[in-house]
T-cell receptor, first 110, second 113 residues
Framework: DVKVTQSSRYLVKRTGEKVFLECVQD?????MFWYRQDPGLGLRLIYF???????EKGDIPEGYSVSREKKERFSLILESASTNQTSMYLC?????????FGPGTRLTVT | SQELEQSPQSLIVQEGKNLTINCTSS?????LYWYKQKYGEGLIFLMM?????EEKSHEKITAKLDEKKQQSSLHITASQPSHAGIYLC?????????????FGKGTHLIIQP
């Protein structure tokens, strides 16, 4: 079974803090994605990556950056967290057409 | 950009009844994905449709893509409590899914015993 894991299920951070959300997949997938999910807005794509050290902006990249130093790991970075980044963050990886999602990290910025 | 509209937004169905969820795209779909999400958790892949007129089934869930490839429906037969959750349709805008998916806002399904 494909497994996509995320470092935390719940996270509380203060405004202005630097936040790292980690995602690891164990199936050697090339494509990885970060989405955020908000009530009334649905899932929106933040960043994605085709391969190691490659990154592409999604629909809402502002306020975020990403890092992919190893194929299995894709990190989402909030350089200076703000309250409007309180959300559910979902990581996914893809081999052919199916995207496999992690369990999500619910981030609260106070 | 591509937009997906799901209807209804929420649905309360008595256990054992059938139900249908619809997903309409503003553009022709390369691929249409159906996912299920338990509240507060990640998404579980259900089915993917690519060809106009295609229909796929898994257990009691059937998904169809219309001939024009702009609308899909998800039908659950004889609903059970395990079917409760949020159903999301996702669209592939690049012809392979490598650029990520655009999602509808979801349909909340509640099954009443």
């Amino acid at each position: 079974d494909v497994k996509v894991t995320q470092s935390s299920r719940y996270l509380v951070k203060r405004t202005g803090e630097k936040v790292f959300l980690e995602c690891v997949q164990d199936m050697d997938h090339e494509n990885m994605f970060w989405y955020r999910q908000d009530p009334g807005l649905g899932l929106r794509l933040i960043y994605f990556s085709y391969d190691v050290k490659m990154k592409e902006k999604g629909d809402i990249p502002e306020g975020y950056s990403v890092s992919r130093e190893k194929k299995e790991r894709f990190s989402l970075i909030l350089e200076s967290a703000s309250t409007n980044q309180t959300s559910m963050y979902l990581c996914a990886s893809r081999l052919h057409y199916e995207q496999y999602f992690g369990p999500g990290t619910r981030l609260t910025v106070t | 950009s591509q937009e997906l509209e799901q209807s209804p937004q929420s649905l309360i169905v008595q256990e054992g009844k059938n139900l249908t969820i619809n997903c309409t795209s503003s553009k022709t779909l390369y691929g249409l994905y159906w996912y299920k999400q338990k509240y507060g958790e990640g998404l579980i892949f259900l089915m993917m449709l690519q060809k106009g007129g295609e229909e796929k089934s898994h257990e009691k869930i059937t998904a169809k893509l219309d001939e024009k490839k702009q609308q899909s429906s998800l039908h659950i037969t004889a609903s059970q409590p395990s079917h409760a959750g949020i159903y999301l349709c996702g669209a592939d805008s690049s012809g392979g899914g490598a650029d990520g998916l655009t999602f509808g806002k979801g349909t909340h399904l509640i099954i009443q015993p």
